[in-house]
């Protein structure tokens, strides 16, 4: 069983859409989660950390349940530039020294 | 000016070959990373070193090796090249006790062992 676990997607939606991903992690050890975005064929950058209490930025929340091992992505209101694949990302658990942990990445499409 | 850069860009190669992929950071982070990218499996970690003298086996480091040359510079060796090796090499760099350990990716080296 991999580590973190994503729907690859593509998910397809349109322009103005709210569009959720989730994603799980099996080590109940694990610290930190973010997520990150990677445009085609680039590298990927770190979009935002995400909290027990849920945090926002702008059109994204992100959420985490402890209790399920599970982390969220919202976006709001889709843009054409939101396309890209969403790495989900946790630290600590079975790797030492804080070490990031790549989930497979969910595909977004958004449509005009 | 990029950050983080990794040469060559994209690579074919044969198998048996063996191959170097550089990266070289101006962030002036301790931390280097070496990853592969292979579709639907995410980034795997194959080596990371924390400073000079340190170098530390990833995920996957069989088939790979490393050097850290300085600071700033940390090579990716394949010894002889196998047509699984094909793959997206990411470097990346990181600077100790900040709150996300965010890392730094380079462009990427796209390579093909035929």
């Known amino acids: 069983r991999k580590e973190v676990e994503q729907d690859p997607g593509p998910f397809n939606v349109p322009e103005g859409a709210t569009v959720a991903f989730n994603c799980t992690y099996s080590?109940?050890?694990?610290?930190?989660f973010f997520w990150y975005r990677q445009d085609c064929r680039k590298e990927p950058k770190l979009l935002m950390s995400v909290y027990s209490s849920g945090n926002e930025d702008g059109r994204f929340t992100a959420q985490l349940n402890r209790a399920s091992q599970y982390i969220s992505l919202l976006i709001r209101d889709s843009k054409l530039s939101d396309s890209a694949t969403y790495l989900c990302v946790v630290t600590g658990g079975s790797n030492a020294g804080n070490m990031l942990t790549f989930g497979g990445g969910t595909r977004l499409m958004v449509k005009p | 000016d990029a950050d983080v850069t990794q040469t060559p860009r994209n690579r074919i190669t044969k198998t048996g070959k063996r191959i170097m992929l550089e990266c070289s950071q101006t962030k002036g982070h301790d931390r280097m990373y070496w990853y592969r990218q292979d579709p639907g499996l995410g980034l795997r970690l194959i080596y990371y070193?924390?400073?000079?003298?340190?170098?530390n086996k990833g995920e996957i480091s069989d088939g790979y090796s490393v050097s850290r040359q300085a600071q700033a510079k940390f090579s990716l060796s394949l010894e002889s090249a196998i047509p699984n090796q094909t793959a997206l090499y990411f470097c990346?760099?990181?600077?100790?006790?900040?709150?996300?350990?965010?890392?730094?990716f380079g462009p990427g080296t796209r390579l093909t062992v035929l």
């Open positions: 070193s924390f400073d000079v003298k340190d170098i």
């Open positions: 990346a760099t990181s600077a100790p006790g900040t709150p996300t350990n965010e890392q730094f």
């Open positions: 080590n109940s050890a694990s610290q930190s």
